[in-house]
């Protein structure tokens, strides 16, 4: 059974760097493409970027470029969503998704239960 | 950049149909998948490749497209199927994912 378990909810304040944690199990983590997709408060779903554990080949959203580092642990089947210095407006739910076989056109079919990440001073 | 306009909010009686649009320019070449996401949840995957369902969707679900438009259609809605509605379509012209802006479906 595939599963994405996310890592806990976060409190930072305006500055601070943050790391938040994807762990996968139940299938080949470096042969699928997984990554990030933001939710602002009441707002729809943004695409963040992804990343082929297999290669580190990563795609990042125009919106997200230079903003976010996504990184991905194939040691540990672990992704990974980092901010070096955050803002307020990163308040947000985190999901990491995993999209399914056949490139990074396939649909994502599986979710994680996501992250709540706050930032307030 | 590619955009896709779904309406904010539809309304349907239970046991009637619903039916969620997302229009964008020449999506006729692209392939549309449908998530679900209910209060506190992550989003489901209900439709994918514009019609295909996964395993476990109920029937209920299906998705069409004509035109610059895809739609996602739930048959004999259930209070269970309240929820936001989301499109997704991969811009292969620009290599980037876009969703629609989500549609919340009430069911009266």
């Known amino acids: 059974e595939v599963q994405l378990v996310q890592s806990g909810a976060e409190v930072k304040k305006p500055g601070e760097s943050l790391k938040i944690s994807c762990k996968a199990s139940g299938y080949s983590f470096t042969t699928y493409w997984i990554g990030w997709v933001r939710q602002m408060p009441g707002k729809g779903l943004e695409w963040m970027g992804f990343?082929?554990?297999?290669?580190?080949?990563?795609r990042y959203s125009p919106s997200f470029q230079g903003q976010v580092t996504i990184s991905a642990d194939k040691s540990i089947s672990t992704a990974h969503l980092q901010w070096s210095t955050l803002k307020a407006s990163d308040t947000a739910m985190y999901y990491c998704?995993?999209?399914?076989?056949?490139?990074?056109?396939?649909?994502?079919?599986?979710w994680g239960q996501g992250t709540l990440v706050t930032v307030s001073s | 950049s590619y955009v896709l306009t779904q309406p904010p909010s539809v309304s349907v009686a239970p046991g009637q149909t619903a039916r969620i649009t997302c229009g964008g320019n020449?999506?006729?070449?692209?392939?549309v998948h449908w998530y679900q996401q209910k209060p506190g949840q992550a989003p489901a995957l209900v439709v994918y490749d514009d019609r295909d369902r996964p395993s476990g969707i109920p029937e209920r679900f299906s998705g069409s497209k004509s035109g610059n438009t895809a739609t996602l259609t739930i048959s004999r809605v259930e209070a269970g199927d309240e929820a936001d509605y989301h499109c997704l379509v991969w811009d292969n012209s620009s290599d980037h994912w876009v969703f629609g802006g989500g549609t919340k479906l009430t069911v009266l």
């Open positions: 020449d999506i006729g070449s692209k392939s």
């Open positions: 990343i082929y554990p297999g290669d580190s080949d990563t």
């Open positions: 998704a995993r999209l399914a076989g056949g490139g990074i056109g396939a649909p994502m079919n599986y």
